[in-house]
């Protein structure tokens, strides 16, 4: 079975505090993600990795940057946490195969934002 | 432009009651299409990948199927255990990133 875990299940932090969360899968995949997902706007991606060190902007990469040194551990980094940075962090993984790729979504990490 | 939509936004069944959940797709190209469900403060849960037109997948009660412009999801003889929120996603080539999801079914069933 695919396992993709993350640091924290709930964290609480300052407005300005530098945020970090980790995910780590097992399953040796290329493709790992970073989503937030809040109600009314769905899953909405912030960044994507394909392979070690290489990483492209998803659709709201504002006040985030990501951090891939090895395959299996990705980090999602808010430089100065702000209250609208409030939300569901979610990290998938999905392998490169032919590029048909099944993402696989960790527990998640609820984050607030005071 | 590319967009998923999910129907009906909320279901509430009586248990044994079956129903359907629809995606629609407008895309240009598909990769692939996955159905998740997603428990509350959980993280989505994988169910089904399908790939072309004519494709089913069948998991306990949960039956899968694709068309060129849409989905179902058949739930037959629900229970209780089943109320979630069901996502379907599309992914879209060029790149393993392009993935649109929908906004999601919430179902209830009622004992």
């Known amino acids: 079975d695919v396992k993709v875990t993350q640091s924290s299940r709930y964290l609480v932090k300052r407005t300005g505090e530098k945020v970090f969360l980790e995910c780590v899968q097992d399953?040796?995949?290329?493709?790992m993600f970073w989503y937030r997902q809040d109600p009314g706007l769905g899953l909405r991606l912030i960044y994507f990795?394909?392979?070690?060190?290489?990483?492209e902007k998803g659709d709201i990469p504002e006040g985030y940057s990501v951090s891939r040194e090895k395959k299996e551990r990705f980090s999602l980094i808010l430089e100065s946490a702000s209250t609208n940075q409030t939300s569901m962090y979610l990290c998938?993984?999905?392998?490169?195969?032919?590029?048909?790729?099944?993402?696989?979504f960790g527990p998640g990490t609820r984050l607030l934002v005071l | 432009e590319d967009q998923v939509t999910q129907s009906p936004e909320a279901l509430r069944l009586q248990e044994g009651e079956s129903s359907s959940l629809n995606c629609s797709y407008t895309?240009?190209?598909?990769?692939?299409l996955f159905w998740y469900r997603q428990d509350p403060g959980k993280g989505p849960e994988f169910l089904f990948t399908?790939?072309?037109a004519g494709e089913e997948k069948e998991k306990e009660r949960l039956k899968a199927t694709l068309t060129k412009k849409e989905s179902f999801l058949h739930i037959t003889a629900p229970k209780p255990e089943d109320s979630a929120t069901y996502l379907c996603?599309?992914?879209?080539?060029?790149?393993?990133?392009?993935?649109?999801f929908g906004s999601g079914t919430r179902l209830s069933i009622r004992p």
């Open positions: 998938a993984s999905s392998p490169s195969v032919g590029g048909r790729g099944t993402q696989y």
């Open positions: 399953m040796d995949h290329e493709n």
């Open positions: 990795s394909y392979d070690v060190k290489m990483k």
């Open positions: 895309v240009s190209g598909l990769r692939g």
């Open positions: 399908l790939y072309s």
């Open positions: 996603a599309v992914h879209l080539p060029p790149s393993a990133s392009k993935i649109i």
